[in-house]
């Protein structure tokens, strides 16, 4: 009998302490799964956070290369650009004896047996020349310029000027000038370039047309 009750007087201490350690395993477990879930919280959120940094990367890459394809598309595609003609810096008063001379072969070989208005016209042709960004700015450089004067091609640019075409060059130096600008002539009876004949004519000293 007092075996029984000191059973029964035992017993309830017993089932309070298993309950207690259930207790304890249960909140252990409670605390490792929520220590569990903060691990995969925060590796969830630093995953986010490596995502957001790669897609902005890509992004910001993609938004430059396209700029930059932009740039070379619109480069590649531009009209290039003109060059710009050379500015001239010559003046008639530079002219070296040399240069006078050629000029007086020119006029003789080209307008001999012309008009004398017709010899200074072709002398201001030469001085149109080497003013315009088109030609060569030099007298040498214009009357030596291919297929520019007859008078070179056969020769007769070699021939000793008379003082009549020396007095021509001098006039155009001054400031006359029988053409109104031209930088063309031609003699229409024995020009053979069907290009000369597109120039826009001003007018006709002699054998000459001259033109623009």
Known sequence: MCQFFFFLHKAPSSHSHYFKKE????AKEANGMQRTRGSLFYILLVMVALTTVGVVYVLSSQEWKGQDAVAVSTQDWAAPAKKAKK???FHPSQLSANDLKLMANAVYGEARGEPYIGQVA???VILNRTKSPNFPET???VIFEPRAFTAVADGQIWLQPNERARKAVQDALKGWD??????YYFNPATATSKWIWSRPQVKR???HIFCR
């Open 23 to 26: 207790q304890h395993v249960k």
């Open 87 to 89: 500015t001239k810096t």
């Open 122 to 124: 072709i002398a201001a």
């Open 139 to 141: 007298p040498a450089g």
């Open 178 to 183: 029988p053409t109104g600008g031209c930088t």
């Open 205 to 207: 000293i002699g054998k």
